[in-house]
């Protein structure tokens, strides 16, 4: 049997991802935990995220998870969300804080300078809403949706890699800003698929059926 396990670190949209999983993989076993042992023995992992950077790594040290979830990424199919995917980077602007390490790069908070419209309207703080996604390269994950395709957002922080390779979407807000990232067996993305109606599913789908 396909098993996804959710990480539970106290925050983040749980069980709208995990109704979310079941219903792209109804014969997939979705289990949401914050036992390590869980995630080694399943054959996926998810990330999701909500909140605030410097409470999501207390919490991954206070559960005993950072170094399950850096011990899964190294081997299992991987999806981190919104915050899920801002911890894989080295350091956050967000409390000044370090992250997993996993990718060269930071996470930003968005330059109030740059926070208008070409019209020079103002941009609103956090990013909140539909937004298009220009994908950077082909991938297994990106499979069937069209390049554009809107995604629902909700942030004040991107992420900044320090290699652009990694780089597999981007977004327009006032500035173009990385909003999916993957590397082998990792693929993370900024906004919620969760919350991104049939588009969002289709990318949850290509994840439970991912072999990389």
């Avoid at 082909?138 to 990694?166: K, T």
Wanted: proline content about 7%; aromatic content about 8%; some cysteine.
């Amino acid at each position: 049997m396909n098993t996804v396990a959710i990480v539970d670190y106290g925050m983040g949209n749980l069980r709208s991802v995990a109704k979310a999983v079941e219903h792209v993989a109804p014969t997939a076993k979705v289990i949401v935990t914050a036992n390590p042992a869980d995630l080694s023995a399943a054959d996926r992992i998810i990330v999701p995220g909500q909140g605030a950077m410097p409470d999501c790594m207390r919490e991954l040290k206070a559960r005993q998870l950072a170094d399950a979830v850096i011990k899964m990424a190294a081997s299992k199919p991987f999806l981190g969300i919104c915050i899920g995917q801002q911890m894989l980077f080295e350091h956050s602007e967000e409390g000044d804080v370090a992250g997993l390490g996993l990718f060269p790069g930071r996470v930003r908070r968005f330059p109030a300078e740059a926070m208008h419209d070409a019209a020079g309207v103002p941009l609103k703080v956090p990013h909140m809403g539909w937004n298009g996604v220009r994908q950077s390269e082909a991938h297994p994950l990106w499979q069937g949706i069209a390049d554009g395709e809107r995604f629902y957002f909700v942030h004040s922080y991107y992420v900044e890699p320090a290699s652009p390779e990694v780089i597999a979407g981007s977004t327009h807000y006032g500035i173009m800003f990385t909003s999916a990232v993957a590397r082998a067996n990792i693929f993370a993305v900024q906004f919620h698929p969760e919350k991104s109606a049939a588009v969002g599913l289709k990318l949850l789908e290509n994840f439970m059926h991912w072999h990389p």
